[in-house]
């Protein structure tokens, strides 16, 4: 589409006007909830129409982080964004080759910074709210990903994990419910789909949890030394105390960073937005308010000066146009590398003006 034209809808006709400009704003405020709207009113047969129709319904469901049906949407289209798209997606099957975000957390990382950002543009503040609750999911098993070769990953967890991991023997700090997670997580591929499914969405959030407890263990990190955040291990297990100490000190570290997250005023201010009896919607004041004091929160210093935030080598600058200013830092700092927003949805978003723009041409020609 060039320049100083745009595609128009009137009725139900699809036409060019030089002036209209509604196709465009709508493009640009990443509103492809009303574009595929427009372009269904159009009800042409045209399929350069139909394709950025079906392009806008698949920037809505991304943007509203449909992940189930991530790998679905990317195989309906030939673009490099589709690949990374598929690569966010948790797989279907327990055993599937292409393990998306099992395999790496990253790509995942990448949309919802992209989406939280998108989220503030289009003047969204519980969704901003609940895209910030979002990243804390697996924000434990994204730390630990350095270390394990993968995001968690239940096909392959027993290459690293043994001893008392998923076992009730006393000696192992972990809840009953820790416990029930790891054991599952040893076996949640090597059954059915029915099984994996369901140790997907009432298990996987938790392996987190139960990560961070090995991590937080009394032969890295001595009492008093760093934020008390929860249960550390006190006598663990081999595995957990492979590699050199800096290497196991660093993971406690992005460990305890990512935790610090999850209890935050950001995270909670979700479970105080119920969204019901017309109360319970965050304002941008009490997001900002919560957002700083969250930041407050996640550069405190720690008493052995290891706060990754802080350290050298940290991000002191942060993204033009980040609706949480920092929030990529945290989750670099956590990941232990640089994780910044992605460009699924904004590409998806070129593509349809693309598409539409082709129809300009054969228009006007």
């Known amino acids: 589409m060039t320049p100083g034209s745009s595609t128009g809808l009137a009725g139900d006709d699809y036409h060019v006007e030089g002036d209209d400009t509604e196709i465009i704003a709508l493009l640009d405020g990443h509103w492809y909830d009303a574009v595929a709207a427009l372009l269904k009113r159009a009800n042409s047969a045209r399929g350069d129409l139909e394709y950025a129709r079906e392009l806008a319904t698949a920037a809505k469901r991304v943007l509203d982080l449909d992940a189930e049906d991530f790998g679905m949407i990317a195989s309906g289209f030939d673009a490099p964004w589709a690949k990374r798209l598929a690569q966010s997606c948790f797989p279907h099957e327990p055993r599937d080759p292409e393990r998306g975000a099992l395999g790496s957390l990253v790509p995942l990382y990448e949309l919802m910074l992209e989406v939280i950002d998108l989220r503030a543009l289009r003047h969204e503040p519980l969704q901003i709210v609940v895209t910030a609750h979002l990243i804390g999911e697996y924000l434990c098993q994204l730390a630990w990903e350095s270390v394990l070769g993968h995001g968690g990953d239940p096909l392959r967890m027993d290459e690293t994990v043994g001893e008392r991991w998923g076992t009730d023997d006393p000696e192992c700090p972990h809840s009953s419910a820790l416990q029930a997670t790891a054991r599952r997580a040893l076996n ?178």
């Open 188 to 365: 949640a591929c090597g059954g059915d789909r029915v099984g994996y499914t369901a140790y997907l969405d009432r298990f996987h959030s938790r392996l987190g949890d139960a990560l961070a407890v090995c991590a937080m263990n009394h032969e890295t990190v001595g009492a008093g030394e760093r934020p008390d955040v929860g249960e550390t291990c006190p006598t663990p297990c081999s595995w957990a105390v492979r590699g050199s100490v800096g290497e196991r000190r660093d993971l406690d570290a992005r460990v305890r960073l990512a935790l610090l997250y999850v209890d935050s005023p950001i995270v909670s201010l979700r479970h105080h937005a119920p969204v019901g009896h017309f109360f319970g919607v965050p304002s941008v004041a009490e997001i900002s308010d919560a957002w700083v004091r969250t930041w407050e929160r996640l550069t405190a210093p720690w008493n052995d000066g290891s706060n990754p935030l802080l350290v050298e080598g940290a991000p002191k600058e942060f993204p033009v146009g980040e609706a949480l200013p920092g929030m990529a830092a945290l989750v670099s700092a956590v990941a232990g590398r640089r994780v910044g927003p992605g460009n699924v949805i904004r590409s998806i978003g070129e593509d349809i003006g693309r598409a539409l723009g082709r129809t300009v041409v054969d228009e006007a020609s």
